[in-house]
């Protein structure tokens, strides 16, 4: 088994002060980790829950793939993250098992993890992120 349990669940927000606001209201939840990703055009927060994350995200340019989701979606559920031993090892079975690629190689992610995203079209409508800590 190539996944190790999930890391996260990203959902797409507008207002990320307000996103935090209501989880902290609702659930109780505090901000673990936050962080710009620039090469992704995102602001992140991350809500631990056990040993996984709520992951906030909102757009910080308008060509962003976060910004082009809530334009076409609108806010909510963006993807899932799945922590992985390695990134590398997980992103070649999923190719074989016949997922369409987004990123061709791992790549650095945000707190300092190892990230491959896959497509949605081959992923059964769910864009996955595989997450190596």
Do not use: W
């Not at 190539?2 to 507008?14: G, Q, S």
């Not at 055009?41 to 909102?58: D, F, H, P």
């Not at 074989?96 to 945000?110: L, V, Y």
């Amino acid at each position: 088994m190539l996944l190790t349990e999930i890391d996260h669940v990203a959902i797409a927000v507008k207002d990320l002060e307000a996103a935090i606001a209501y989880y902290q209201s609702a659930f109780g939840a505090t901000v673990d980790h936050r962080e710009v990703v620039e090469s992704d055009g995102v602001e992140e927060a991350l809500l631990k829950v056990a040993e996984s994350y709520i992951q906030l995200l909102t757009p910080t340019r308008p060509d962003s793939p976060v910004a082009k989701a809530i334009e076409k979606r609108g806010e909510g559920l963006h993807h899932i993250g799945y922590r992985v031993n390695n990134c590398a090892e997980a992103l070649a079975a999923m190719i074989a098992a016949g997922a369409t690629p987004i990123d061709k190689a791992p790549r650095p992610g945000s707190r300092g993890t190892t990230v491959a995203f896959m497509h949605p079209k081959g992923s059964f409508g769910t864009l996955i992120e595989l997450v190596q800590e």
